[in-house]
């Protein structure tokens, strides 16, 4: 089945820096490699999502870019604010209705 | 539209009792999927529901079940509570599954003594 490797567990970075959080999957026909974002004391949210068509996705200070032949993808946030700290989760799905995610990465920005 | 709402938020309950969570997915969403969250062991899936049908299990064992109306209302049960079973329990909905985009609920946690 599905491994997904997620690196760093912790990441400090000086507020208007840039964090970059890394996953590796072990499963080729993993299709959809969604991030979430979960505050304390709330759930995951999904913040951006990618699938295996494409090779990079933005939305305004978030960015994931993925390499179908390294089995890799990354969640790049630039110009971090305090209020991006929180733990971010990676994800990886195949069709065959099975969804493996990541230990998490617990950001802090700090100001 | 509202999003995933789950009640109770919090829960306390001694070794050996049982609990109901419960949980109601996006409107249309007739995907529900159980996930307890521990530090040590992150997100773990327990089991999919998809239109009142189990679609998925983990690897859990028999004391946690659960099931999915007709509306989509999804209940989780855990009979014979260890501490051990202190987590939070979250629960997401999604309109194909849980392969593809989830929207996870704020979780409840259970605390086991």
């Known amino acids: 089945g599905e491994n997904v490797e997620q690196h760093p567990s912790t990441l400090s970075v000086q507020e208007g820096d840039s964090a970059v959080i890394k996953c590796t999957y072990s499963?080729?026909?993993?299709?959809?490699f969604p991030w979430y974002k979960q505050e304390l004391g709330k759930g995951p949210q999904l913040i951006i999502d990618?699938?295996?068509?494409?090779g990079e996705k933005k939305d305004q200070r978030i960015a994931v870019t993925l390499n179908k032949t390294a089995k890799h993808f990354s969640l790049h946030i630039t110009e971090t604010q305090p209020e991006d700290s929180a733990v971010y989760f990676c994800?990886?799905?195949?069709?065959?209705?099975?969804?493996?995610f990541g230990a998490g990465t617990r950001l802090t920005v700090k100001p | 539209k509202a999003g995933v709402t789950q009640t109770p938020r919090y829960l306390i309950k001694t070794r050996g009792q049982q609990v109901t969570l419960s949980c109601s997915p996006i409107?249309?969403?007739?995907?529900v999927s159980w996930y307890q969250q521990t530090p040590g062991q992150g997100l773990q899936f327990l089991f999919e529901?998809?239109?009142?049908?189990?679609?998925n299990k983990g690897n859990f064992p028999g004391r946690f079940s659960g099931r999915q109306f007709s509306n989509s209302r999804s209940e989780m049960n855990v009979s014979t509570l260890e501490l051990g079973d202190s987590a939070l329990y979250l629960c997401?909905?999604?309109?194909?599954?849980?392969?593809?985009?989830?929207?996870f609920g704020p979780g409840t946690r259970l605390t086991v003594l």
């Open positions: 997401a909905s999604s309109f194909l599954g849980r392969h593809n985009e989830q929207f």
């Open positions: 499963d080729s026909a993993s299709n959809y």
């Open positions: 990618i699938r295996s068509n494409v």
């Open positions: 994800a990886a799905s195949d069709n065959n209705n099975d969804m493996r």
């Open positions: 409107s249309g969403h007739r995907s």
């Open positions: 529901y998809f239109s009142e049908t189990q679609r």
